[in-house]
């Protein structure tokens, strides 16, 4: 399985992005999916998990701003950023973690990262 990231960029305050994460190889329902993100000198942060059953669970700090959704095909999920703030720069990773009756913390798979950069 490998993941690749497209989408990043840069956008003022406010904007909106759509982060896509392509999917080589399948991987069914087989992995958990996840969006990550670390900003300058922080560490790298949850941003957002989808289950195999499409739940998702969403960091405070997204407070309904993003949504993470699954190509009907399975090859792709997307992250829609909106109302985006400066806060919110940091490259962005895709990443699936695999189904082990519950999704794990840590992830088996990552993607190379987007960066996103929010200007005010």
Do not use: H
Request: overall charge neutral.
């Amino acid at each position: 399985v490998k993941l690749t990231e497209s989408g990043g960029g840069s956008v003022q305050t406010g904007g909106s992005l759509r982060l896509s994460c392509g999917v080589s190889g399948y991987i069914g329902r087989r992995y958990c999916m996840a969006w990550f993100r670390q900003a300058p000198g922080k560490e790298r942060e949850e941003v957002v998990r989808m289950d195999i059953y499409d739940v998702a669970r969403y960091a405070d700090f997204v407070a309904g701003r993003f949504t993470f959704s699954r190509a009907s095909a399975e090859n792709a999920f997307y992250l829609q950023m909106n109302d985006l703030k400066p806060e919110d720069t940091a490259i962005y990773y895709c990443a699936a973690l695999e189904y082990l009756g519950y999704c794990p913390s840590t992830p088996d798979v990552w993607g190379q990262g987007t960066q996103v950069t929010v200007f005010s």
